[in-house]
């Protein structure tokens, strides 16, 4: 495909009524846990997270009840953060960046998300995960040299991941790109709210049932990466 050439999907493809302004895009932003694998598919998120709420209890901090509760890793990291002491945030951030590389050797790949990658003109991964975990398991999977461009979780500042938009913004700079000439596909409300505050239109991924309901404000919804797949 020619550098300058706008990614194009066959007009069979139902993405092509609910959006048709698709086929024109000529980068592809994916966020990572979702649309291209389940991350802690058997290395589980909730044993994660209990892991790096012990790890705040020996530090001292106090735990509310809605973080004793909490089965994502990525909510205890960002709650470390409130601690207001550094070193507490940097351990709980080594942990998890620790785990993710554990759990990325088990991840599942989302069906069909190789072909997309392999179709698009120029991709990029957007994630809260971090570059390291992301890299690792494209590269376990042969997509390592399909991908332009990966930005991760920033180092134990947990305030700059989605759905703040600095994420998406990296991407931008890193592919030289306009906000009008990308799409990111997303599969949660920060996914698609930090596409927003970049100006990028979204495509959520509802994948589960009620998601269709969580997602309504991206410009599209799918439910199966398939939809966006060439052949």
Same mark, same amino acid.
């Given at each position: 495909?020619?550098?300058?050439?706008?990614?194009?999907?066959?007009?069979?493809?139902?993405?092509?009524?609910?959006?048709?302004?698709?086929? @024109?895009?000529? #980068?592809?932003?994916?966020?990572?846990?979702?649309?291209?694998?389940?991350?802690?598919?058997?290395?589980?998120?909730?044993?994660?997270?209990?892991?790096?709420?012990?790890?705040?209890?020996?530090?001292?901090?106090?735990?509310?009840?809605?973080?004793?509760?909490?089965?994502?890793?990525?909510?205890?990291?960002?709650?470390?953060?409130?601690?207001?002491?550094?070193?507490?945030?940097?351990?709980?951030?080594?942990?998890?960046?620790?785990?993710?590389?554990?759990?990325?050797? +088990?991840?599942?790949?989302?069906? #069909?998300?190789?072909?997309?990658?392999?179709?698009?003109?120029?991709?990029?991964?957007?994630?809260?995960?971090?570059?390291?975990?992301?890299?690792? #398991?494209?590269?376990?999977?042969?997509?390592?040299?399909?991908? @332009?461009?990966?930005? +991760?979780?920033?180092?134990?500042?947990?305030?700059?991941?989605?759905?703040?938009?600095?994420?998406?913004?990296?991407?931008?700079?890193?592919?030289?790109?306009?906000?009008?000439?990308?799409?990111?596909?997303?599969?949660?409300?920060?996914?698609?709210?930090?596409? @927003?505050?970049?100006?990028?239109?979204?495509?959520? #991924?509802?994948?589960?049932?009620?998601?269709?309901?969580?997602?309504?404000?991206?410009?599209?919804?799918?439910?199966?990466?398939?939809?966006?797949?060439?052949?």
């Amino acid at each position: 495909m020619p550098p300058d050439a706008a990614w194009t999907l066959p007009r069979t493809h139902k993405i092509h009524q609910t959006c048709p302004w698709f086929r @024109h895009k000529r #980068y592809l932003l994916l966020d990572f846990d979702g649309p291209v694998c389940r991350v802690f598919a058997n290395h589980p998120a909730s044993t994660v997270a209990a892991e790096l709420r012990q790890l705040l209890a020996d530090e001292g901090v106090s735990l509310p009840e809605a973080i004793i509760a909490e089965s994502d890793p990525l909510e205890i990291l960002r709650y470390s953060a409130t601690a207001g002491r550094p070193g507490v945030t940097r351990r709980i951030e080594d942990a998890l960046r620790a785990a993710e590389l554990v759990a990325v050797g +088990g991840a599942e790949p989302t069906p #069909y998300a190789g072909e997309v990658i392999g179709a698009a003109h120029r991709v990029a991964i957007v994630s809260n995960n971090s570059a390291e975990a992301v890299r690792a #398991y494209l590269t376990a999977h042969g997509l390592a040299g399909s991908v @332009h461009a990966v930005i +991760g979780r920033p180092y134990a500042e947990p305030a700059r991941m989605k759905p703040n938009p600095w994420p998406v913004l990296a991407a931008l700079r890193e592919l030289g790109a306009q906000p009008e000439e990308c799409v990111l596909v997303g599969d949660s409300t920060t996914d698609i709210d930090a596409a @927003h505050a970049a100006r990028v239109p979204a495509i959520g #991924y509802a994948n589960k049932p009620g998601k269709r309901a969580r997602l309504a404000r991206a410009d599209a919804l799918i439910d199966s990466m398939a939809e966006l797949a060439t052949y």
